[in-house]
Nanobody
Framework: QVQLVESGGGLVQAGGSLRLSCAAS????????WGWFRQAPGKEREFVAASGWRGDTYYADSVKGRFTISRDNAKNTVYLQMNSLKPEDTAIYYC??????????????????WGQGTQVTVSS
């Protein structure tokens, strides 16, 4: 059974930091591509960051320099370190997994697996 379980969300003041985790089970981890997306109220889901199995990483312009995606293959866990948080970062954050990083980056509707989401709220 495929499971992606996010954790680490919460309420933080602007300028603060949070680290999200996505623990995976029931599927191949090391050779997969992983990503983070977010969806704010009234807005469409948007790409945040992605990590390919070769170590390549990609970021949305809005988070570049503030967020870092990483993975721990031994723990089957993907992380999103979020620093210098802004109120506009408030959203539900979802982790995603697919065989192909291009799907995560360009065709999220086709992504194979999604987590349930974790709420991040940044107060001003």
């Amino acid at each position: 059974q495929v499971q992606l379980v996010e954790s680490g969300g919460g309420l933080v003041q602007a300028g603060g930091s949070l680290r999200l985790s996505c623990a995976a089970s029931g599927l191949a981890f090391r050779t997969a591509a992983w990503g983070w997306f977010r969806q704010a109220p009234g807005k469409e889901r948007e790409f945040v960051a992605a990590s390919g199995w070769r170590g390549d990483t990609y970021y949305a312009d809005s988070v570049k320099g503030r967020f870092t995606i990483s993975r721990d293959n031994a723990k089957n866990t993907v992380y999103l370190q979020m620093n210098s948080l802004k109120p506009e970062d408030t959203a539900i954050y979802y982790c995603a997994r697919d065989r192909d990083i291009s799907t995560i980056r360009a065709d999220p509707a086709s992504v194979g697996s999604w987590g349930q989401g974790t709420q991040v709220t940044v107060s001003s």
